[in-house]
């Protein structure tokens, strides 16, 4: 690919519509949605890359770079995303690190098929996915304090969604995030994941990392209880709930069945359950 084209981004279709829990919903301040909706999309797009079926994994870095670069003001074209992302870093004073550490993650993507362990899953979603919660909560002037519980809460969703997508990302990809260690533990294996159906070893794994993820779940409830802004209060206390309902969705569905989802009701009993946090 030359790295004069317009742009390396490549999008897949998706938007904040596709994601289970809400992306700069109406709940955020309406000035600060644009801001959060400019870091969506750079992280999307670069997410997208990443996890590109027909790119080889020397142009997915190349393209990740290319990113990075237009961010950070290396460059000025190659990236309308980052160019966006940019401009809004500018404004509002947030750092650029939140950004760049997703791509830490992404260019690992590129790279990395398999997983050892439950502590190595964990210290890829220090990049993938507790930049993003940190992000929020520097755009809206929170307190270091709240890093914390929203690192938790983000590890959650980070594997949350890896269990959804487990089928897909193997079938794919190649791709499997289930920690090597578990399965060879439960007597199970990454090639049970192309199965029509879960097999009891395999439940078992999905066991093991549900309760990981329950006891991250625990310590997320305490960001609302921490975050200063009320609508962010809110947002939050939402998104705790609706993982808590992922993950018991899990405890009972087969993700290599089907997708395991959240629903309408799930959506609606966490926003009621939320409100409590409006005081």
């Known amino acids: 690919m030359s790295m004069a084209a317009a742009t390396v981004e490549q999008w897949s279709g998706k938007d904040r519509g596709d994601e289970n829990f809400p992306v700069g919903s109406i709940l955020i301040s309406r000035s600060l949605r644009p801001h959060v909706h400019a870091y969506y999309a750079f992280a999307r797009n670069a997410d997208d890359i990443a996890d590109s079926s027909i790119l080889a994994a020397e142009d997915k870095i190349a393209r990740l770079d290319v990113m990075e670069d237009v ?36 260019r690992q993507d590129a790279l990395k098929r398999r997983y050892a362990s439950w502590d190595e899953l964990l210290d890829y979603c220090r990049y993938s996915a507790m930049p993003v919660g940190r992000y929020v909560l520097d755009l809206h002037g929170e307190d270091p304090a709240t ?9 959650s969703l980070q594997v949350l969604n890896h ?5 897909r990302d193997l079938a794919g990809l190649d ?28 439940r078992r794994v999905f066991n093991v990392l549900l309760d990981q993820i329950d ?4 310590h997320a409830k305490g960001l609302p209880r921490v975050t200063r802004n009320r ?16 993950a018991g969705r899990l405890r009972r569905g087969d993700p290599l069945a089907s997708r395991v989802r959240l629903t309408k009701r799930d959506a609606a ?11």
């Open 71 to 106: 961010l950070l003001g290396r460059r000025n074209s190659g990236s309308p995303s980052a160019i966006r992302l940019r401009a809004s870093l500018a404004e509002t004073g947030v750092t650029a690190r939140h950004a760049t550490d997703l791509l830490i993650a992404f």
């Open 147 to 155: 890093y914390s519980p929203s690192d938790a809460l983000c590890a």
């Open 163 to 167: 269990l959804q997508d487990c089928a």
């Open 175 to 202: 791709r499997c995030y289930l920690p090597e260690d578990l399965l060879t533990l439960e007597r199970a294996s990454v090639e049970d994941v192309r199965l029509p159906t879960e097999t009891p070893g395999l």
């Open 215 to 218: 006891l991250l779940n625990r």
């Open 231 to 246: 609508r962010l209060r809110m947002e939050t206390g939402v998104i705790v709930g609706l993982a808590h309902r992922l």
């Open 269 to 279: 009993g966490s926003v009621f359950a939320a409100l409590r946090f409006i005081a």
